[in-house]
């Protein structure tokens, strides 16, 4: 799928992004079933031409919870930025390619409270799911351990 900048502002501003929010521990956001839930859901939302964005507010045994998301977006900024900083990233003519970004927002995450990296391109969505269940565990794993020693 591809979106103009305009495109994709109308969908998101316009409250027109499918959203599926789930409670989650550390465990289970780390399983590949949770993950393959996550990733089907956005594909899906993808192939019917829209947004979507999957949220796991993921419990920690020690302090606030993490909040773990799948985004599609057209570059690297989480959705809730878009509106602010697509506009003065890229150029509002062409159209570009909808990827899938895999977003953790935590202080205890990095200096920044904020982890975003691509998933999928939109060539990787039209693979194998396992490959990005694969991926997304790995990622997932890392970074929720670098929010537990940050906290130890």
């Known amino acids: 799928m591809k979106m103009t900048v305009a495109d994709y502002l109308e969908q998101v501003t316009g409250d027109r992004v499918a959203t599926e ?7 289970q956001a780390q399983q590949k079933t949770t993950l393959k839930t996550a990733i089907q859901y956005m594909l899906d939302q993808v192939d019917k031409g829209y947004l979507g964005q999957y949220v796991m507010n993921v419990k ?5 919870p993490v909040n773990v998301r799948l985004e599609a977006n057209l570059i ?8 602010r900083l697509l506009p003065k990233l890229l150029d509002q003519e062409p159209e ?6 895999l977003v953790m927002e935590s202080d205890d995450v990095n200096k920044s409270g904020l982890r975003i990296d691509e998933l ?7 693979g194998s799911i396992t490959s990005l269940v694969n991926r997304a565990q790995e990622w997932v794993a890392e970074h ?4 537990v020693e940050a906290r130890a």
């Open 21 to 27: 929010e789930v409670e989650k521990t550390a465990a």
């Open 60 to 64: 920690m045994k020690k302090g606030d």
């Open 76 to 83: 690297n900024v989480p959705m809730a930025e878009a509106e």
């Open 96 to 101: 570009y390619p909808v990827n899938l970004y």
């Open 120 to 126: 999928a391109n939109d060539t990787d969505q039209g």
């Open 144 to 147: 929720l351990a670098d929010v």
